[in-house]
């Protein structure tokens, strides 16, 4: 059965930068889309970037194109989310997923927590 | 952004009971609609996409309706194993896609 594991996650000050990772066991990795995903306290899950299985397509929400990027590397298996300039807005479990519509496999989520 | 509610927020139900619950879109997003179960300390686990169609593997006494704005998920007998938060999400407005707030399913 299909795992995700997310880690990286932890307590950064504002404008500092984290790098999440999500290792991926069980079914193929290199042949689909991935997308992280993030619940902040007391709301709905959003979706925050997604990633083409050849990278030739990659998707950021507003509140975080230009600060985030997101990649891949199939051979490893291994989604990843580089966080720069945090804001305390952006403080929140941080999610996983094979797909880019319906998502079929979730990890268990990483928390960043951004604050001073 | 496309808005989700669901309703109830939460229910009580016995073992056999037939359970619906709603999610409706502050738009209309054709069948661009899933539904997923969660249980404490677990992932979220996918039961139906394309608001009718059922994952493999999933039990046959979930079911899915809807399109457009309104959408039904209906447990048709419930299982112990089915004591979980429900959430419906949006995939119409790719490459984002938004969640409801979910539902609590617990015993009465």
């Known amino acids: ?116 | 952004a496309i808005q989700l509610t669901q309703s109830p927020s939460s229910l009580s139900a016995s073992v056999g009971d037939r359970v619906t619950i709603t999610c409706r879109a502050s738009q209309a997003i054709s069948n661009a609609l899933a539904w997923y179960q969660q249980k404490p300390g677990k992932p979220l686990n996918l039961l139906m996409y394309d608001a009718s169609t059922l994952k493999s593997g999933v039990p046959s006494r979930f079911s899915g309706s809807g399109s457009g704005t309104d959408f039904t998920l209906t447990i048709s007998s419930l299982q112990p194993e089915d004591f979980a938060t429900y959430y419906c999400q949006q995939f119409n407005s790719y490459p984002s896609f938004s969640f409801g707030p979910g539902t609590k399913v617990d015993i009465k």
């Not at chain 1, 997308?35 to 507003?62: F, M």
């Not at chain 1, 989604?79 to 079929?104: H, K, N, P």
Request: charged share 20%; proline share 3%; net charge neutral.
């Open chain 1, 1 to 116: 059965e299909m795992q995700l594991v997310e880690s990286g996650g932890g307590l950064v000050q504002p404008g500092g930068s984290l790098r999440l990772s999500c290792a991926a066991s069980g079914v193929p990795f290199s042949g689909y889309f991935f997308t992280w995903a993030r619940q902040a306290p007391g709301k709905e899950l959003e979706w925050v970037a997604n990633i083409k299985h050849d990278l030739s397509e990659r998707n950021y929400a507003d509140s975080v194109r230009g600060r985030f990027t997101i990649s891949r590397d199939n051979a490893q298996n291994s989604l990843y989310l580089q966080m720069d300039s945090l804001r305390a807005e952006d403080t929140a479990v941080y999610y996983c997923g094979r797909g880019r519509g319906w998502i079929d496999h979730w990890g268990q989520g990483t928390l960043v927590t951004v604050s001073s």
